[in-house]
């Protein structure tokens, strides 16, 4: 394990965006929880944005009180899946419109995170975490570690969201989110796979959460503000870059969609030319906004062009 990481050292020296690298693989995972609530059951869900601090705070919470903090992480998770239910329920139960239903949960969620941690701002620093189980000497070893796991934990959460959505289930829940009346005809409990879609979406959010708070130190309560944003824009990214129509591509997509946005912001953070024409870290929505655009349009201009070369 040493060697692998003194070689590993040697060949990311040069590279500086491994934080945008490890950041793009966490949020992957709340890019996959929003594809399955957008894309999969057509449920707009706006809950990640409580579901994604929520996990951070169990998790610290978990570790905090000298809970292993890979059982903390996968609590963290669970916490998100009973967020997501709660929303569904809503929607199902009281016949409340989906996108208010996840508004009310959102808003919900930000009192109940502040319960839960007791403090707006909960440190880590110190305590146990799950990139503490492979040792690092130095901090480039340490933000290697930290890449390694965020590389572990997505390819598993991809491995598993691919095969559960190849299952008699997954293809249940996929009919529900297509055509409900349809899936009901056929004799699919559509409440139930709305319920159990939203769960994995949100768990999923709130696993990436759990992973975030480890990587950053500590829990604040405002890390989720605009977590449902980086989410969509993992999935309309990746979806304008590979046009995937196959589960196993439309993840693949995702994941990298949510690294490239992540690279998006470095570029915008760190770029000298940028800079130079006097924009600042100020401006960093504004630049990631147009880097968006460009991701987004260019695509279509090329297929218009090519539509009109070949005519």
Known sequence: MDSLLLFLSGFLTNITWIGALELGLIYALV??????????????DLTADGSFPLGGGVCVLCILNGIDPWIATILGMFSGCVAGIITASLHIGFKIEKLLASILMMIALYSINLRIMGKPNVSLL????VYD???ANDDLQLTIVRLLIAIFVVI?????????FATQTGLAVRATGTNPRMAKAQGIAINKMTLLGMAISNGLIALAGSLYVQSNGGFDISIGVGTIVIGLAAVIIGEAIFSAKRIIWLTFAVIIGSILYRCFIALALNNDTLNGIGFGPQDLNLITALLVVAVLVVPRFKQKFQVKRGS
């Open 31 to 44: 890019a996959l929880g929003v594809l399955i609530s957008y894309k999969i059951l057509d449920f707009p």
């Open 126 to 129: 110190g305590d146990p975490t």
């Open 156 to 164: 598993i959460a991809k491995l598993l969201f691919d095969l559960f």
């Open 133 to 135: 189980s492979i040792p």
